[in-house]
């Protein structure tokens, strides 16, 4: 799974409360750090369905 934030993130932090191993907000941005994603993608899935602007894009390789 191929997890990114498209460049309409807010900087809400919903995504990071929920999963904190993978999303951290830089400059009212969220990033991802994608060589943890493989452990959590559950989390990443619930934080994609969470955001408020559909920001978190998710791809299969």
């Not at 559950?42 to 602007?53: F, G, K, L, M, R």
Request: aromatic share 6%.
């Amino acid at each position: 799974m191929w997890v990114s934030v498209r460049d309409n993130c807010v900087g809400c932090g919903a995504c990071a409360v929920i999963s904190p191993e993978i999303f951290e907000i830089h400059n009212r941005k969220a990033t991802v750090n994608q060589n943890r994603v493989h452990w959590h993608e559950d989390n990443c899935i619930d934080a994609a369905i969470t955001c408020p602007v559909n920001a978190i894009q998710i791809d299969e390789y």
